[in-house]
């Protein structure tokens, strides 16, 4: 070969060496920079996290959601009861006062319906004692008057009866002490009260009847007293 070749030869090589090394070593750099770029990008997309999905995160919010509420609905009815409770127990303490008022109550009523009745059968008692003590005088003045001579028999005959309705009055006050005494007694004593007040009424007629037979006979000893007298003055 000729030297001239020979040198054009390696004048080429020495030019289009470095160009080829450079174009191989860019080529690889090009290469090597689109695979790290692919490597990144899956690495990228396989480490970087996706949008979080809907459905679980509602169904979270709305379970929360229906503790939450049932957790309030449990505190109000739990509320509820607690004041159903307290008002039933203040409804049993109302109850206790008012049936302790009507216990007091009814233990005064009794007593003043006893002092009251009580008082009424004593001015009963004492009238138809005091009956009998003027049918004794009476009966004292009769018997006088009629040892003077005077006529006395209609005034006997009505003491006689005054007697015996004096007798029946002392019954009927005495009923009616009994009447008072068994309605306290009784479970109601306002349902007996009927049976005394009918017993009382019956004792102050009585008393009525057995006082105006004892006016009967204060008249009848008056006018025969009388005519006693207007006869012995014509006599004389």
Do not use: C, W, Y
Not at 16 to 26: D, E, L, M, Y
Not at 70 to 94: C, D, S
Not at 109 to 116: K, L, T
Not at 178 to 201: F, G, I
């Amino acid at each position: 070969m000729r030297p001239a070749v020979i040198t054009a030869i390696v004048a080429a090589s020495i030019i289009i060496g470095p160009s080829f090394a450079f174009g191989q070593s860019a080529s690889v750099d090009v290469s090597v920079q689109a695979g790290a770029t692919a490597s990144s990008s899956a690495t990228a997309s396989t480490t970087r996290p996706g949008l979080p999905k809907l459905g679980p995160a509602i169904k979270n919010i709305a379970s929360t959601t229906r503790e939450a509420v049932g957790n309030r609905v449990g505190a109000i009815g739990e509320r509820i009861e607690q004041h159903k409770q307290a008002i039933a127990e203040r409804k049993a303490t109302l109850e206790l006062r008012v049936e302790g008022a009507k216990a007091s109550a009814r233990a005064k009523f009794n007593e003043r319906i006893q002092q009251s009745v009580d008082a009424l059968v004593d001015k009963l008692i004492a009238a138809t004692n005091r009956l009998s003590d003027t049918a004794d005088r009476l009966e004292t003045h009769i018997d006088r008057l009629a040892s003077e001579g005077k006529d006395m028999t209609l005034a006997t005959e009505l003491m006689v009866e005054a007697r015996a309705n004096i007798t029946v009055a002392t019954e009927k006050a005495a009923a009616a002490s009994a009447a008072l005494d068994a309605a306290l007694a009784a479970t109601s004593p306002k349902t007996e009260m009927a049976k005394v007040r009918t017993a009382l009424q019956e004792a102050q007629a009585a008393i009525r009847t057995a006082h105006q037979d004892l006016k009967e006979v204060i008249t009848a000893i008056r006018a025969a007293a009388s005519a006693s007298a207007t006869t012995e003055t014509s006599v004389n």
